[in-house]
């Protein structure tokens, strides 16, 4: 097996929760070797977190950790012990990369901000993840996943117009805030290799969700060319046919309408009811009456087909369009399955499972599966002795609260 990608890039983890382990997780699947540093007794918080394997409550046995953290060594380290500390600082002096998603602040207070550590290595890179940033009005402020989605995200233009707005499901902001972490991490990495320094990265999830090609940076644009704000609501106008659909099995959905109409038709197989010259004028697309009319015709014909058939027929005809697939039709799907999207991974407390696995391939450097998310302070003997520490040595830390 050829060097993956990042083989010779050490990360030194302080990250918790979502964001930070998501960017820790990218950088690990890909060949870093990641050093994750958690609290002892109690670790990372999302290991409290379900869901949990056979629905059973158990540090060890959370989905949402499991998943973030593979691939990576994981140690206990009180960081507000003075040899906690020291040990830390023996870390930082071997890694290239620092990634912490702390409280803005709480690092300097440990002793263990930037400037600090710099002075340890000059070319160290440590990347900062936090709420809104280093700086401002809003650091210390604490905020939600749904907080960030309406402050950052367009949130606004989300929804029925005559309804409140509303955000995507579960945590798609911070996760893509984490992403970003990781690719801001690579830039400096690469940076402080080939320039000789290194820096500290200031990753505000605020402005990482602002910065989203997901519909925010577009708007942003638009209101500094004219002025306009979009308008909530998921149809422009009332275009046909666009949406989620029932079907004999489940749903699927279409984005059509307007010049894609005669696919729709076609792919509908022509019914007689559609060749009248009033459905292919240049108002048609949004008049009321008519949508009512097409919709009555066009739901009778999902609901004689599968989500799978619609979606053939729909390719064939040139639609825009797509099953709504349930998560055990995920794992059957052909497409993830021959691309071999998925890994097993075999943990000790929940043996073999199938895990999303890489999100691109690298053809010369590939994704690999190293090892599970760490059991906590799994890796304390491996970590320590390569620092030159005894069994004894560690036997003293663990009754000292250190590890």
Partial sequence: MPNQALYDMKIVD?????????????????????????????????????????DEPHPEKSGLFLYLNTNKRGITLNLKSK???????????????????????????????YDELEKLNP??????????????????????????????????????PEREPVKYGLTVTIYHSGIVAALATMVGFYGARYQGTGQHIDLSILEAEAGTVDGRSNA????????????????????????????SDGYFRI????????????????????????????????????KEEF?????????????????????????????????D???????FNERGFFTEVDHPMTGKLKYPGRPFIMGDSPWQLRRPAPLLGQHNGEVYSELGYSKDDLIRLRETGVI
């Fill in 14 to 54: 302080f990250t918790r929760y979502i964001a930070g382990p998501a960017c820790t997780k990218l950088l690990a699947d890909y060949g870093a070797e990641v050093i994750k540093i958690e609290r002892p007794g109690t670790g990372d918080g999302t290991r409290s977190m379900g869901p949990f394997y056979h």
């Fill in 83 to 113: 040899m906690g500390k020291e040990i830390v600082r023996e870390l930082i002096r071997k890694a290239d990369v620092v990634v912490e998603n702390f409280k803005p602040g709480v690092m300097e207070s440990l002793g263990l901000g």
């Fill in 123 to 160: 070319n160290l890179v440590m990347t900062s993840i936090s709420n809104f940033g280093q700086t401002g009005p809003y650091r210390d402020f604490k905020i939600s996943e749904m907080m960030a989605f309406g402050m950052g995200g367009p949130m606004y233009t989300k929804g029925l």
């Fill in 220 to 247: 942003l644009v638009t209101y500094q060319y004219n002025g306009e704000l979009p308008t909530r609501g998921a149809v422009v106008g009332a275009q046909y046919p666009q949406g989620t659909f029932p079907c």
């Fill in 255 to 290: 984005t059509a309408g307007g010049p894609r109409f005669p696919n729709v038709v076609n792919m509908m197989g022509n019914p007689p009811e559609l060749k009248d010259p009033k459905w292919y004028t240049a108002k048609a697309p949004n008049d009321p009456a008519l």
């Fill in 295 to 327: 919709m009555e015709l066009f739901l009778g014909f999902t609901m004689q087909h599968t989500k799978m058939e619609l979606f053939e027929m729909g390719g064939k005809s040139g639609n825009l369009c797509a099953p709504v697939l349930t998560l």
């Fill in 329 to 335: 039709e995920v794992f059957r799907d052909p497409s």
